[in-house]
């Protein structure tokens, strides 16, 4: 069932930048290094409604819905939008330090809402996991649960390493104005994921 090739398989899908690891490193570099750790972990429990999806049958009926989806997926474009388009034209000047008065509940839930409002994220677990699972005495369902754990633990593990380095880069910069420079940059980014996904079926 736990394989070398779903480690890296799983790796490779984690490593790949989107919209959770943008969120990750964004905060990371206007932040410290405790709410890139809150990032990160609201990001993976945004994925867990997803897994859950995959793993009882819903996407299933998702699928089977076209309207349920394009809700949802109106939904996850509304909020890229916003996202994106609030960090480019915030007014608020990043101040480099250590200390943060951002609330940790208001972190942790922005990043959860990134993940689950992305409806391809739940047919993605279901085309995913199924990949992985042997014929054996262990049934499927708890398979699919022991994995999507896995997942979840290495998703937080990158996504912890994405917003820590992010912090460690940032004390490379003289400018408090070049950290916003770059947080417009992946504000501009989550404008191009929201039409991304608006673009596709």
């Known amino acids: 069932m736990i394989n070398i090739g779903f480690i890296v398989t799983s790796l ?23 709410n890139a750790i809150l990032a ?52 608020n000047e990043i101040v480099i330090e250590e200390g943060s008065k951002e609330n940790p509940l208001k972190i942790i839930g922005k990043a959860i809402l990134i993940n689950l409002l992305n409806p391809k994220l739940t047919l993605f677990f279901l085309s995913f996991l199924p990949q992985f699972i042997s014929h054996g005495s262990v049934g499927v369902r708890t398979q699919m649960t022991v994995l999507s754990f896995i997942f979840m633990i290495l998703t937080f593990l990158v996504f912890c390493l994405y917003g820590l380095l992010a912090n460690m880069f940032k004390k ?30």
């Not at 490593?15 to 405790?34: C, D, E, H």
């Not at 104005?177 to 940059?185: A, C, D, E, L, P």
């Open 12 to 34: 490779i899908v984690i490593l790949v930048p989107g919209t959770g690891v943008i969120y990750t490193i964004t905060t990371g570099l206007s932040s410290n290094k405790r």
């Open 172 to 201: 490379l910069l003289s400018s408090p104005k070049v950290i916003k420079r770059i947080q417009q940059g992946f504000g501009a980014v989550l404008i191009g994921f929201a039409g991304k996904l608006a673009l596709e079926d």
């Open 40 to 91: 990160a972990f609201g990001c993976t429990l945004g994925i867990l409604p997803h897994i859950l999806a995959a793993i009882f049958g819903l996407s299933a009926i998702m699928h089977a819905s076209a309207q349920v989806m394009q809700i949802i997926k109106i939904i996850g474009i509304l909020y890229l939008l916003y996202l994106g388009i609030g960090m480019i034209r915030s007014k």
